[in-house]
């Protein structure tokens, strides 16, 4: 591609930035204006027209995905493979430097990432070494102190207490965390941006060599950077590189994590003869689309100020819909899609956008319901959440004490002071006695097998889970479940995490005692349901969702997401669901100084995400922790104009939704051949199972079944010779 064409499909402003010579370049606009596309046209323009070697350029994005698309985008247009270059997430390329100088930083030469579940069992690990008890001092919080810390770069030395006996605590964990990740070889994430920093500036040669290398350093989503982020890439820069950073004040939602606006502002300062461009023509969206995002971010203060407008047509209002409760909203979604499908488009174009990570289980159970194929992007579908899986595994044990998976679980979670070393024993007498670990903890407290500790520990928790069935089993499902989540002690210990996660996490489990409380056996399991307790059929339930499998990456599939995760992509179909206050704006949100704002520019992001049609619903009824809640619309749709959006009402007469029919089970939708979700089949060779999934009809029907002993296996209808059970 010669220079031209990489100019040609750019606008003046767009253009100008791209080739601009200057050494410092802010390139600062308005959702959908072309940042990303500047961006990758300027390293195209480097290296096609400027001959600069692609070896010298580091440009950094906001998710893997995203520096895998900049990479082919830019490999297409220079039409060969851009070797040499380094693109990536800040975390990526801090990787890819330590391992490269691993001795410099420090480190062994096979170290390894913790995740944060790791880092979270190191924590408590030294916390115990500590005899800090972890009541008084939750692992989590020292948790998100140090990982605070790490983000404004801060080593347990250069921490101040001034006396404080919380911080002096924290910093001692802090300590002998170092340390424990020292023994152990082991990095967590922040510290991989932490090392890279210290890296280059505990290491003028090596600062020297990359200064020399990197001529050219690009960003996408500045806003979004933090202050360890800014001070590596501040090194990286001297009178040798070029810099450019591109990015959107408004865009910025990141704060709770340590994101820091200001570091936009903090650049031009450090950067006094940077260029600064703006590009004022939005590509993305419908000029309707447009004008809600402008009208809504209009109510924050202190923006750095930008115009964005479109040449683009006018395109569909805004729909609003305002549905019963969250079952019929999610209907609605689900009824959306298959119109927009059935109308010849993919479902690849549609997002499902909510504010809050328990939305989605409700959504999910409408897609499945429909058999639209769907991905959760950036997350975990909700069966398959930690503090789900936890919370199920106490239930599981209720139900059959045997169930050594479950015990694994949480025989220690949320700790009680039994280490590994008391399980392997734990373990081991199951293997001699061969019976399940139930079984052998149950000996090893009679016999006293256990050190006393130990011991005791364990007696509590047999104790527990005995307690939880015998005391609740005549209360229906939804109170066991609540009664569950907190006598495990799981709600307070999830609590304890801080921040938007441990918000999410409480979130799902109230959630989780909504599903509960609309759980219909009958529905649900329909052959099996005679002898299973609700517990037990609400319990097959969840396994069966679990066991679904997500859309495969190349199936077109509608992507739901948090608003957080949707940040840099479009689609032509948007529904942001649960527009409603306190769930957005978050509750949590209105108690923080500055929390409003940043949800605003949540909306702000959500609805600049649409190109076509942009659909916002809310439930006039919403189950929170199983109570009955009657929201109100959020803000953000009032301070849309009127003439923008179309309300769509449900038409109470005609569907008002029928109390009792559980609309959460996939169940009971005819499949092919008259096979229908959930029911229970045998297989000549692989013996029981249930069927979870099934695709295509007539010779082409495949079906997807979970059996008892084989697991899942996908079959040919037509030659799996199936029996109903
Ligand atoms: P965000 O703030 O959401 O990250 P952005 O500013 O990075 O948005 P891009 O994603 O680069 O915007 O561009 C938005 C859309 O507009 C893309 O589909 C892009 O291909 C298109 N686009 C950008 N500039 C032009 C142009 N000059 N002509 C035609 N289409 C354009
Ligand atoms: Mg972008």
Same mark, same amino acid.
């Given at each position: 591609?010669?220079?031209?064409?990489?100019?040609?499909?750019?606008?003046?402003?767009?253009?100008?930035?791209?080739?601009?010579?200057?050494?410092?370049?802010?390139?600062?606009?308005? !959702?959908?204006?072309?940042?990303?596309? /500047?961006?990758?046209?300027?390293?195209?323009?480097?290296?096609?027209?400027?001959?600069?070697?692609?070896?010298?350029?580091?440009?950094?994005?906001?998710?893997?995905?995203?520096?895998?698309?900049?990479?082919?985008?830019?490999?297409?247009?220079?039409?060969?493979?851009?070797?040499?270059?380094?693109?990536?997430?800040?975390?990526?390329?801090?990787?890819?430097?330590? @391992?490269?100088?691993?001795?410099?930083?420090?480190?062994?030469?096979?170290?390894?990432?913790?995740? !944060?579940?790791?880092?979270?069992?190191? *924590?408590?690990?030294? +916390?115990?070494?500590?005899?800090?008890?972890?009541?008084?001092?939750?692992?989590?919080?020292?948790?998100?102190?140090?990982?605070?810390?790490?983000?404004?770069?801060?080593?347990?030395?250069?921490?101040?207490?001034?006396?404080?006996?919380?911080?002096?605590? +924290?910093?001692?964990?802090?300590?002998?965390?170092?340390?424990?990740?020292? @023994?152990?070889?082991?990095?967590?994430?922040?510290?991989?941006?932490?090392?890279?920093?210290?890296?280059?500036?505990?290491?003028?040669?090596?600062?020297?060599?990359?200064?020399?290398?990197?001529?050219?350093?690009?960003?996408?989503?500045?806003?979004?950077? %933090?202050?360890?982020?800014?001070?590596? *890439?501040?090194?990286?820069?001297?009178? %040798?590189?070029?810099?450019?950073?591109?990015?959107?004040?408004?865009?910025?939602?990141?704060?709770?994590?340590?994101?820091?606006?200001?570091?936009?502002?903090?650049?031009?300062?450090?950067?006094?003869?940077?260029?600064?461009?703006?590009?004022?023509?939005?590509?993305?969206?419908?000029?309707?689309?447009?004008?809600?995002?402008?009208?809504?971010?209009?109510?924050?203060?202190?923006?750095?100020?930008?115009?964005?407008?479109?040449?683009? %047509?006018? #395109?569909?209002?805004?729909?609003?819909?305002?549905?019963?409760?969250?079952?019929?909203?999610?209907?609605?979604?689900?009824? @959306?899609?298959?119109?927009?499908?059935?109308?010849?488009?993919?479902?690849?174009?549609?997002?499902?956008?909510?504010?809050?990570?328990?939305?989605?289980?409700?959504?999910?159970?409408?897609?499945?319901?429909? $058999?639209?194929?769907?991905? *959760?992007?950036?997350?975990?579908?909700?069966?398959?959440?930690?503090?789900?899986?936890?919370?199920?595994?106490?239930?599981?044990?209720?139900?059959?004490?045997?169930?050594?998976?479950?015990?694994? @679980?949480?025989?220690?979670?949320?700790?009680?002071?039994?280490?590994?070393?008391?399980?392997?024993?734990?373990?081991?007498? !199951?293997?001699?006695?061969?019976?399940?670990?139930?079984?052998?903890?149950?000996?090893?407290? /009679?016999?006293?097998?256990?050190?006393?500790?130990?011991?005791?520990?364990?007696? #509590?928790?047999?104790?527990?889970?005995?307690?939880?069935?015998?005391?609740?089993?005549?209360?229906?499902?939804?109170?066991?479940?609540?009664? /569950?989540?907190?006598?495990?002690?799981?709600?307070?210990?999830?609590?304890?995490?801080?921040?938007?996660? $441990?918000?999410?996490?409480?979130?799902?489990?109230?959630?989780?005692?909504?599903?509960?409380?609309?759980?219909?056996?009958?529905?649900?399991?329909?052959?099996?349901?005679?002898? +299973?307790?609700?517990?037990?059929?609400?319990?097959?339930?969840?396994?069966?969702?679990?066991?679904?499998?997500?859309?495969?990456?190349?199936?077109?599939?509608?992507? +739901?997401?948090?608003?957080?995760?949707?940040?840099?992509?479009?689609?032509?179909?948007?529904?942001?669901? $649960?527009?409603?206050?306190?769930?957005?704006?978050?509750?949590?949100?209105?108690?923080?100084?500055? #929390?409003?704002?940043?949800?605003?520019?949540?909306?702000?992001?959500?609805?600049?995400?649409?190109?076509?049609?942009?659909?916002?619903?809310?439930?006039?009824?919403?189950?929170?922790?199983?109570?009955?809640?009657?929201?109100?619309?959020?803000?953000? *749709?009032?301070?849309?104009?009127?003439?923008?959006?179309?309300?769509?009402?449900?038409?109470?007469?005609?569907?008002?939704?029928?109390? %009792?029919?559980?609309?959460?089970?996939?169940?009971?939708?005819?499949?092919?051949?008259?096979?229908?979700?959930?029911?229970?089949?045998?297989?000549?060779?692989? #013996?029981?199972?249930?069927?979870?999934?099934?695709?295509?009809?007539?010779?082409?029907?495949?079906?997807?079944?979970?059996?008892?002993?084989? $697991?899942?296996?996908?079959?040919?209808?037509?030659?799996?010779?199936?029996?109903?059970?």
């Amino acid at each position: 591609m010669d220079a031209s064409s990489i100019i040609q499909p750019l606008n003046d402003a767009q253009k100008e930035a791209v080739t601009a010579p200057n050494k410092a370049l802010l390139v600062l606009a308005g !959702a959908g204006s072309g940042k990303t596309r /500047v961006l990758v046209h300027r390293i195209a323009w480097l290296v096609q027209v400027e001959r600069v070697s692609a070896h010298s350029i580091l440009a950094v994005t906001f998710t893997n995905k995203a520096a895998k698309e900049m990479l082919g985008r830019v490999e297409d247009m220079l039409a060969m493979p851009a070797r040499g270059m380094w693109i990536g997430t800040f975390h990526s390329i801090a990787h890819r430097l330590l @391992r490269a100088h691993y001795r410099d930083a420090g480190l062994p030469e096979g170290f390894q990432i913790l995740d !944060a579940q790791d880092q979270l069992r190191v *924590i408590k690990r030294v +916390m115990k070494e500590l005899n800090l008890d972890d009541n008084e001092w939750p692992p989590k919080q020292a948790q998100w102190f140090i990982n605070a810390k790490k983000d404004d770069g801060l080593r347990p030395g250069d921490i101040h207490h001034h006396g404080d006996f919380f911080v002096s605590t +924290m910093v001692k964990v802090y300590y002998a965390y170092e340390e424990a990740c020292k @023994r152990g070889g082991l990095v967590d994430f922040n510290e991989l941006l932490l090392r890279a920093y210290e890296l280059w500036a505990n290491n003028p040669h090596l600062l020297k060599h990359y200064q020399d290398r990197f001529q050219h350093i690009l960003v996408d989503e500045f806003q979004d950077t %933090n202050a360890i982020q800014y001070a590596w *890439i501040r090194l990286l820069c001297n009178d %040798n590189n070029r810099i450019t950073i591109v990015g959107d004040d408004d865009q910025s939602i990141y704060g709770w994590r340590g994101a820091r606006i200001e570091n936009i502002q903090q650049f031009e300062k450090d950067f006094p003869d940077c260029k600064v461009s703006r590009l004022e023509q939005n590509y993305r969206s419908t000029s309707t689309i447009l004008k809600a995002a402008n009208a809504v971010i209009a109510n924050n203060q202190d923006r750095m100020g930008k115009s964005l407008w479109t040449e683009g %047509n006018e #395109g569909e209002p805004i729909i609003l819909y305002s549905a019963f409760n969250e079952q019929e909203e999610a209907r609605f979604i689900a009824a @959306r899609i298959e119109d927009w499908v059935q109308q010849g488009n993919s479902y690849d174009d549609i997002a499902i956008l909510y504010r809050s990570n328990a939305q989605s289980r409700i959504l999910e159970d409408a897609m499945l319901q429909k $058999g639209i194929p769907y991905r *959760i992007y950036g997350g975990l579908r909700f069966f398959e959440r930690a503090e789900i899986k936890d919370t199920l595994a106490y239930m599981r044990l209720m139900a059959n004490r045997d169930d050594d998976t479950s015990f694994e @679980r949480v025989v220690n979670q949320p700790a009680r002071g039994l280490g590994e070393k008391s399980v392997d024993m734990i373990r081991m007498q !199951a293997r001699q006695d061969e019976t399940s670990l139930w079984q052998a903890a149950s000996k090893m407290v /009679v016999e006293q097998l256990l050190p006393p500790r130990a011991k005791n520990a364990l007696a #509590g928790f047999l104790h527990l889970v005995n307690e939880l069935e015998t005391s609740t089993a005549e209360l229906d499902l939804w109170e066991q479940t609540d009664i /569950v989540i907190e006598h495990s002690g799981l709600l307070e210990m999830y609590s304890k995490e801080k921040g938007e996660k $441990g918000q999410a996490r409480k979130e799902n489990l109230q959630e989780l005692v909504n599903a509960t409380r609309e759980f219909d056996p009958d529905e649900a399991i329909p052959d099996e349901t005679p002898d +299973m307790t609700p517990l037990q059929a609400f319990i097959a339930h969840a396994t069966l969702e679990a066991g679904e499998t997500q859309a495969d990456e190349y199936q077109e599939s509608v992507q +739901m997401m948090t608003l957080h995760s949707a940040k840099g992509l479009e689609f032509p179909l948007v529904f942001i669901a $649960g527009v409603e206050e306190k769930l957005f704006p978050h509750q949590m949100s209105l108690d923080e100084p500055g #929390g409003l704002e940043e949800e605003r520019r949540l909306a702000y992001v959500g609805i600049t995400r649409a190109m076509k049609q942009l659909y916002l619903t809310f439930a006039e009824k919403r189950r929170i922790f199983g109570r009955e809640t009657y929201p109100q619309q959020s803000r953000f *749709i009032r301070e849309i104009p009127d003439e923008l959006l179309t309300e769509v009402r449900l038409n109470t007469q005609v569907q008002r939704p029928v109390f %009792n029919r559980s609309p959460k089970s996939p169940i009971q939708r005819k499949g092919p051949e008259g096979f229908y979700l959930g029911q229970l089949v045998k297989h000549p060779k692989f #013996g029981k199972g249930i069927i979870i999934n099934y695709e295509g009809d007539g010779p082409q029907a495949s079906v997807q079944i979970n059996f008892e002993k084989e $697991g899942l296996k996908k079959l040919m209808l037509a030659y799996a010779k199936l029996e109903p059970v």
